[in-house]
Nanobody, 124 residues
Framework: QVQLVESGGGSVQSGGSLRLSCAASGFTASESCMGWFRQTPGKERERVASILSAGNTFYGDSVKGRFTISRDNSQNMVSLQMNSLKAEDTAMYYC??????????????????WGQGTQVTVSS
């Protein structure tokens, strides 16, 4: 059974940092495309960052240079380090996976599994 369990959300002031983690089970993260998406009320879910099975990383334009996605193969986990946070980063953040795939998972329509979401709130 595939599960994605996020942790690490919370509230922080503008300019601060948070680290999100996603524990995967039921498949091997290193053989999959994994990503982080975020969503605010009334808006579509947008890709924040993704990491391919080969290790290539990709980021949304609004977070480039501030966020870093990484994968811990020994723990079967993916993390998102978020620095220099801004009020506009406030959203529900979701871990996403396309198991056993070497292709990109940048589009929400391609995602097979979602975590339950973790709230990130940045106050200005």
């Amino acid at each position: 059974q595939v599960q994605l369990v996020e942790s690490g959300g919370g509230s922080v002031q503008s300019g601060g940092s948070l680290r999100l983690s996603c524990a995967a089970s039921g498949f091997t993260a290193s053989e999959s495309c994994m990503g982080w998406f975020r969503q605010t009320p009334g808006k579509e879910r947008e890709r924040v960052a993704s990491i391919l099975s080969a290790g290539n990383t990709f980021y949304g334009d609004s977070v480039k240079g501030r966020f870093t996605i990484s994968r811990d193969n020994s723990q079967n986990m993916v993390s998102l380090q978020m620095n220099s946070l801004k009020a506009e980063d406030t959203a529900m953040y979701y871990c996403a996976a396309v198991p056993n795939s070497r292709y990109s998972c940048a589009q929400s329509q391609t995602i097979h599994y979602w975590g339950q979401g973790t709230q990130v709130t940045v106050s200005s």
